[in-house]
């Protein structure tokens, strides 16, 4: 499922320094979400009409809605939730027999992309705090700086442009993921996947994702590999030499944490 069971800023708050007490309400509210979505939702029959045309095979999950009322509940559950990465630690704590896929990407990208289709973090949208990138920040001027950017660099944050300011959250989200799931102590747990490895051998990496699940390949998965493609790589050699020179300087050290420099 990609989307959010629980408000994005739950992610934000769950990196702050909660009392115990409230980062346990917080893994709460993931658990029950999901549980909730798995007893509502999931067992809707529009839902299982509108899974079954995106992926005919599962005709018995069709079936038994239309036919017998609720779908039994699912094997597997599969969770996306990019800002998941501002605090890596709370799916583990909140899920503690879950499995992780952790699929980075260069940052250098990572950012070009959000700025070109997303329009993040402009001075704009550094004016409030409504926005999925900074949903708590401590006020500059007319601006916020988000709580990820480390005390006594706001100028500097806000006196560079947004592709810099991108790279630089994205910056904080890889570094706590470097550090945190190299922490966890079974290696079965975690898997790792290079975007840019993904997209140029998608069955080989298909591969590896369904065995980390203990899954099998249907139709609708061999759909979506073939969709991979690889003309999203390297887009942000586009951008103008001093970006990228920023870039480094501002994310370098995780950029060779993850092989990209």
């Not at 509502?40 to 899974?51: M, W």
């Not at 402009?122 to 001027?141: F, I």
């Not at 947004?162 to 890889?174: E, G, L, N, V």
Request: glycine residues 4%; contains cysteine; charged residues 30%.
């Amino acid at each position: 499922m990609i989307g959010q069971l629980v408000p994005v800023v739950t992610f934000h708050l769950a990196n702050q320094d909660l009392p115990a007490s409230q980062y346990e309400a917080l893994c709460g509210s993931l658990r029950r979400g999901i549980d909730i979505y798995l007893s509502g939702e999931y067992n809707s029959r529009f839902r299982a009409l509108e899974n079954w045309w995106r992926a005919p095979d599962q005709i018995d999950r069709l079936h038994h809605v239309v036919r017998r009322g609720s779908r039994p509940r699912p094997e597997r559950f599969v969770y996306k939730e990019p800002f998941l990465s501002l605090a890596p630690e709370f799916a583990l704590d909140a899920l503690p027999n879950a499995k992780l896929i952790y699929i980075y990407r260069d940052g250098r990208d990572v950012a070009n992309s959000l700025v070109e289709s997303y329009n993040v973090l402009t001075d704009q949208e550094l004016t409030h705090l409504r926005s999925a990138e900074m949903r708590t920040g401590r006020r500059y001027d007319e601006r916020y700086v988000p709580w990820w950017v480390a005390e006594g660099r706001d100028e500097e944050f806000i006196e560079n442009p947004p592709y810099i300011r991108a790279i630089w959250m994205w910056a904080y989200m890889a570094r706590r993921c470097h550090t945190y799931l190299r922490s966890v102590p079974n290696d079965d747990q975690v898997l790792y996947i290079r975007y840019e490895q993904f997209m140029r051998r998608p069955q080989t990496v298909g591969q590896k994702l369904l065995d980390h699940l203990g899954a099998t390949e249907t139709r609708a998965f061999r759909r979506h590999l073939r969709r991979a493609r690889t003309s999203s790589i390297g887009k942000h050699e586009r951008r103008s030499s001093e970006e990228l020179t920023r870039a480094v300087e501002v994310a370098g050290d995780v950029l060779e944490a993850h092989g990209y420099v």
